[in-house]
């Protein structure tokens, strides 16, 4: 690459100044590195003003200006629209090129292609580095050279060519090159929240850099421990740094270097490579929406786009009972209140009221991809349309369409004793664990016992699964040609 003057570094996904592909390239080969984050209005202002992930960014862009400040730099902060924003920026600061960490939804590879077309007719250059996968979508292929569509094979792909090329873990370092960057023109003056149109508030979890390493050195702590407990929503013994991987407050290959060494070394027990597939499995959706962008509203499989889901006023309420916790089957409420209340939901519990919507309620796995997209602090299109995909049973690798989860079941393997429940559905809190799972068979005497009438502290529930199931392999029957 070039040698150059100047050089913007444009902050996205990668919200770090440690292992950073794009910084690390910047101050390798330029003479002045400045760094800017554009607030990107087209996003921000159709958000609630209480929004928990603008909370979580502000914060950690605090985090990352206080740390490049400690290395001699600074980070610029603007607002508008990035195709606006950026190339007057790179012209302000005659900056030869612009870096960023390269982003593969296909709205923002719409957007970085038109940035590339703008600068270059200024006369600037446009670098895209890959930086928040392990490997991209052409890096892992099956024999024949063609994309994988199913996790095992793709998995051990990913693992075999990671053990060939162990250098794709290196960090990208910055500290040791921070003279190249610009100095801060004065005091950091970073927009407060309520400047940016926001009330003010805490992020939903520890944020910026430290938040990360704060949670996964905890998480470190009891890895051995993931492979049995990471179902157990009440066990709450996930690493929760999916919001933190969304944002880039940690880097992807430190994860999964450490995880690795884990592995290897067996000092993470049975539990590391459990976690070490999880991180995998983000890599493939990854590459699935990038090589498929038509999953963003299409079935992965195309029999499956002649799906009649339900619709109509009944759906409709149907839907908002889902979307508030009030279906009457508690483990799906509870899901639902975790996510309302906190915007996060257990991997275990999004299963299952994935599964509840599409298949207990015969509704469009689109309707609820998309609430999950407004309530999730860690929405990432590619995992949540994979996800979606998967329980609605219409994507790759999906779970198949006659398999269905008995929410019932469910609740007695994965929330046995209720504590999940008791935690987050309140009115079933003095029900014991042989009543709470499905209150409505539990007779009206003991209910009232406990201060539980059906129908007034909590509801009936909305539809009955047996019934429910049978309408759902009708549903699915027209796709049994094509698929099997
Ligand atoms: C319907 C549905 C929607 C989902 N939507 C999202 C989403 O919007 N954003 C998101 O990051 N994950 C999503 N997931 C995947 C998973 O539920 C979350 O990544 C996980 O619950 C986050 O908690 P954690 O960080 O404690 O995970 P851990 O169990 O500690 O896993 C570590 C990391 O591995 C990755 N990971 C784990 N499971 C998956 C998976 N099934 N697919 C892809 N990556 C995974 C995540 O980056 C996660 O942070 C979804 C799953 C389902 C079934």
């Known amino acids: 690459m070039m040698n150059m003057s100047n050089s913007l570094v444009w902050f996205r996904r990668d919200l770090r100044a440690f292992d950073h592909a794009a910084l ?40 990352l200006d206080a740390e490049l400040r400690r290395l001699g730099a600074y980070l610029i902060v603007r607002q508008g629209r990035p195709l606006d924003v950026i190339p007057a920026l790179a012209a302000e600061l005659e900056a030869d090129a612009v870096l960023v960490g390269s982003d593969y939804e296909p709205d923002a590879v719409e957007r970085d292609a038109r940035m590339n077309a703008r600068l270059e007719a200024d006369g600037r250059k446009f670098f895209s580095l890959k930086d928040q996968v392990i490997f991209e979508k052409e890096e892992v292929l099956t024999l024949a050279k063609g994309p994988f569509s199913v996790f095992t094979p793709y998995k051990n792909a990913w693992l075999k060519r990671l053990a060939a090329m162990p250098e794709t873990l290196a960090s990208y370092p910055v500290d040791q090159y921070a003279d190249a960057f610009a100095p801060p023109p004065g005091p950091p003056a970073l927009p407060s929240l309520e400047e940016l149109g926001f009330e003010p508030g805490e992020p939903p979890l520890p944020a910026g850099m430290e938040g990360a390493e704060e949670l996964f050195e905890r998480f470190v702590g009891h890895i051995a421990d993931y492979g049995r407990a ?17 944002f880039g407050t940690t880097s992807i290959r430190h994860l999964v270097r450490t995880a690795q060494q884990m592995v290897v070394t067996g000092a993470g027990g049975p539990g590391a490579s459990v976690w070490l597939s ?33 619709s109509g006023e009944e759906a409709d309420a149907l839907f908002a009972a889902w979307c508030e916790g009030r279906t009457g089957y508690p483990l799906v409420d509870a899901a639902m209140a975790q996510l309302n209340q906190t915007g996060f939901m257990h991997n275990r519990l999004r299963m299952v009221t994935a599964s509840f919507l599409t298949k207990d309620l015969g509704i469009d796995w689109r309707r609820g991809e998309r609430y999950f997209a407004l309530k999730l602090n860690d929405y990432e299109l590619a995992s949540n349309n994979g996800g979606w995909q998967w329980a609605a049973s219409t994507g790759c690798d999906a779970q198949p369409w006659f398999r269905i989860f008995n929410p019932v079941s469910q609740s007695l393997r994965f929330d046995g004793q209720g504590e999940f429940i008791r935690e987050w559905v309140p009115a079933l809190e003095r029900l014991g664990a042989k009543e709470i799972h499905a209150p409505w068979l539990v007779g009206d005497a003991v209910l009232a016992e406990k201060g539980v009438v059906l129908g007034r502290d909590y509801p009936l529930p909305v539809v009955e699964h047996d019934q429910a199931r049978k309408k759902t392999l009708e549903r699915f029957s027209v796709v049994k040609k094509a698929v099997g």
């Open 24 to 63: 690390h390239r910047a101050l390798t080969t330029s003479n002045c590195v400045y760094c800017v984050f554009v607030y990107d209005r087209d996003i921000l202002d159709p958000l609630p003003r209480d929004d928990r992930r603008v909370r979580f960014i502000h914060a950690s862009i605090a985090s």
């Open 230 to 246: 990471r179902d157990f929503p009440s066990e709450n013994c996930t690493s929760r740094l999916s919001t933190h991987l969304r």
């Open 278 to 310: 999880e991180l995998i499995w983000r890599d493939f959706y990854s590459m699935i929406l990038a090589r498929n962008p038509h999953v963003v509203t299409r079935s992965f499989k195309p029999a499956f786009d002649a799906l009649a889901w339900e």
